[in-house]
């Protein structure tokens, strides 16, 4: 079992993917790995991320896990809900290190992700970004009816369902 994942852990990640990196690339941080990074978390139990282009790094990434004893997941919002529109404008810029530039994904893209997936966790986690002003309920609500038609694409989901959830969240 390898240790739990904390801001240093996430910084030295970083900064080995930047040191490492040959072509120029975005790295999207998810979940955890934002929660630790702006503070609402103090420990993630791995890090989550979307690289673009996404075959630019990816041979780092395994031995990066050996070397830092860390678990690294490529995971984002987009696999699990439609994407939103302009996620990549809303995505927060973290840093660069070397070739790589950091983002957080788009926080409504995750918020909407957690309020799919309904764990206690990523409500605590949408409720923090709520409270951080990461998000609003008004444009988290146009977001979801942005991208309702395209939940057909999304088998595992019940759209139904995942309405019901979002508006009850969100206070609609």
């Keep these: 079992m390898r240790e739990l994942v904390n801001k240093d852990r996430v910084l030295a990640f970083m900064k080995a993917l ?11 941080l998810v979940g955890g790995a934002s929660a ?5 978390r103090q420990s993630t139990i791995d890090i989550d991320l979307k690289i673009i282009p996404d075959d630019a ?3 780092a990434i395994p031995r990066l896990k050996k070397e830092l004893q860390i678990n690294l997941e490529i ?7 439609p994407p939103l529109p302009e996620w990549e404008e809303r995505s927060p810029f973290i840093g660069q290190e070397g070739k790589i530039s950091f ?6 893209s995750q918020a909407l992700a957690k309020i799919e997936r309904g764990f206690a966790q990523d409500l605590e986690d949408v ?16 977001l979801f009816d942005a991208i309702e038609s395209e939940l057909i694409r ?15 969240f969100f206070g609609r």
Excluded: C, N
């Design 154 to 168: 999304y088998p595992a989901i019940d759209p139904k369902g995942f309405r019901d959830a979002v508006e009850k």
């Design 103 to 108: 983002f957080h994904f788009d926080f409504y």
């Design 36 to 40: 630790v990074l702006t503070g609402w």
């Design 127 to 142: 409720d923090a970004m709520i409270r951080a002003e990461l998000i609003s309920s008004g444009h988290a609500l146009d």
């Design 57 to 59: 790094i990816f041979e």
């Design 18 to 28: 930047g040191r490492d990196a040959k072509v120029q690339a975005r790295v999207y």
């Design 75 to 81: 995971a984002s919002p987009d696999h699990f809900i």
